[in-house]
């Protein structure tokens, strides 16, 4: 049973930085990617990051140069580290990973950017 569990969203000013975590079940190189996405209201799920096995990364042109993904292979996590948050980062951020063709998706975190 694959298991993401996403944590570290809150509330945060404009200009601010958060880090979010997603924790997986067994280790992060079991999977052949993983990622966040995000959904703010009445919008669709976007891609905001990813990280594959092989430590590329692919990032959102909206988040270019503000976040990056590391990942923690000890701790079997990979972060999503938000710098310079603006308030059109507000959404529901999600973990993702894909293993074999199936993908894993996690609870979700709210992450909120206002004054």
């Known amino acids: 049973q694959v298991r993401l569990v996403e944590s570290g969203g809150g509330l945060v000013q404009p200009g601010g930085s958060l880090r979010l975590s997603c924790a997986a079940s067994?280790?992060?190189?079991?999977?052949?990617?993983m990622g966040w996405y995000r959904q703010a209201p009445g919008k669709q799920r976007e891609l905001v990051a990813t990280i594959n096995n092989f430590g590329t990364t692919n990032y959102a042109d909206a988040v270019k140069g503000r976040f990056t993904i590391p990942r923690d292979s000890a701790k079997n996590t990979v972060s999503l580290q938000m710098n310079l948050l603006k308030p059109e980062d507000t959404a529901v951020y999600y973990c993702?990973?894909?293993?074999?063709?199936?993908?894993?998706w996690g609870q979700g975190t709210q992450v909120t950017v206002s004054s």
């Open positions: 067994g280790s992060i190189f079991n999977f052949n990617a």
């Open positions: 993702r990973a894909i293993r074999a063709g199936n993908v894993y």
